[in-house]
């Protein structure tokens, strides 16, 4: 990756894509790195490097589709069961790559937002995200946040929480409270539905991502490891998604013609 602006990166072009729609929102799991790493004789923090230029490359191909949010899985609030080294080198890191391209991001027009909980998270890691959407904040090409300490559960329960005290204080009232509400209480509440919901590495689940935001998304699961993923790999769940038909429960009739020969 070097600093040229996404639509001059050589070598990798954008396929047609089928009649639908591009996703708005983009939400991807980035998964894989620990695998691909231990694969190779490496240490899973190895695999975790390799991940910087690959989210790189996915940002420049959600540029070039007219993709307008991408939400990542960084660090999800499970991830802490993990051994000290592993989640000492997460933390480091998250703050050392957004130091190393916050300012191809903005000169990319990225704006870098986060969601998570900021419990627990370390301060230098929230400081960090707070400079870069500071840095970022007047630039509208592309959200792409950052998904740092995030669990959706945690995030359902905070909202929750933040609304029952809002009843207690009789701001708002109990048995009236609507999607619209708990949703502006999320702390990603600046993102829309999730319109694509793409998986590295061949997992099939959620593992906890934008459960809410999710209910109608459509799913891609990519055997690539995120190490080995790139804009290519996001191009074809977009393709994909393209040609899907989203009925969001309605139903349209349309039999087939009969064969009367029959
Ligand atoms: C994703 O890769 C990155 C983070 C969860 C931080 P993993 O570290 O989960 O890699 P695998 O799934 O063990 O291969
Ligand atoms: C989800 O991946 C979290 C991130 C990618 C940050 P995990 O690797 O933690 O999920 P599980 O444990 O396989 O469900
Ligand atoms: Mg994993």
């Not at 989640?87 to 703050?95: E, H, I, Q, S």
């Not at 998270?121 to 300490?149: F, G, H, I, P, Y």
Request: charged residues 30%.
């Amino acid at each position: 990756m070097n600093e040229m602006t996404p639509v001059e990166m050589p070598g990798k072009t954008k396929p047609k894509f089928g009649s639908g729609p591009v996703p708005k929102h983009v939400a991807i799991v980035m998964d894989g790195n620990g695998r691909w790493a231990n694969a190779r004789g490496l240490t899973r923090i190895e695999g975790h490097k390799a991940g910087e230029l690959a989210l790189l490359d996915v940002v420049a191909g959600a540029i070039e589709a007219g993709v307008e949010y991408l939400t990542v899985f960084a660090f999800s609030t499970e991830n802490w069961k993990r051994s000290p080294e592993e989640v000492r080198f997460l933390m480091g890191y998250n703050v050392e790559v957004l130091r190393r391209r916050r300012d191809q991001l903005n000169a990319w027009g990225v704006r870098i937002r986060w969601a998570g909980r900021p419990k627990r998270l370390w301060r230098s890691v929230t400081r960090e995200l707070d400079a870069a959407e500071v840095l970022t904040q007047k630039n509208s090409k592309l959200t792409l946040t950052m998904c740092v300490n995030y669990g959706s559960r945690q995030e359902i329960i905070d909202a929750v929480n933040q609304l029952a005290g809002e009843v207690a204080l009789g701001k708002l009232k109990a048995g009236q409270i609507t999607e619209r509400q708990l949703e502006r209480a999320f702390n990603s509440s600046f993102v829309p539905d999730v319109d694509l919901f793409i998986r590295s590495s061949g997992e099939q689940r959620i593992s906890n991502f934008l459960l809410w935001q999710s209910a109608y998304a459509e799913l891609v699961f990519d055997d690539t490891p995120w190490p080995d993923f790139d804009r290519r790999n996001l191009w074809n769940a977009i393709s994909d998604f393209t040609n899907r038909d989203r009925r969001f429960g309605a139903a349209v009739d349309k039999p087939a013609k009969r064969n009367r020969a029959k």
